[in-house]
Nanobody
């Protein structure tokens, strides 16, 4: 069983930064892809970023490319999402998720097997 616990959300102003953390309990990290998704009220859950635990390749949605950075700390079993230059449209509930590396698509929420509880990010204008 994989457990994911997010933290780091909050209320900030446009242009500010936040760093989200996702602490993961996974025995064999190298076989997983870790993803960040977000869901705003009335909207579908959307892909934000992903990182392959083995090798560290990263992937981003066009809407956050250049502003957000996903990274991992192997020693702490933690994945981070550094969010800079935040905009009001970034306001959403942010989720961390995990999927097996060679199964499904890293961009599709339904292809992920494990999810955290979510952390709220609110950006005021």
């Amino acid at each position: 069983q994989v457990q994911l616990v997010e933290s780091g959300g909050g209320l900030v102003q446009a242009g500010d930064s936040l760093r989200l953390s996702c602490a993961a309990s996974v025995r064999t990290f190298s076989t997983y892809v870790m993803g960040w998704f977000r869901q705003a009220p009335g909207k579908e859950r959307e892909f934000v970023a992903a990182i392959k635990w083995s090798g560290g390749s990263t992937f981003y949605a066009d809407s956050v490319k250049g502003r957000f950075t996903v990274s991992r700390d192997n020693a702490k079993n933690t994945v981070y999402l550094q969010m800079n230059s935040l905009k009001p449209e970034d306001t959403a509930l942010y989720y961390c998720a995990a999927k097996m590396r060679y199964v499904g698509s890293k961009y599709v929420p339904d292809d992920y097997d494990y999810w955290g509880q979510g952390t709220q990010v609110t950006v005021s204008s």
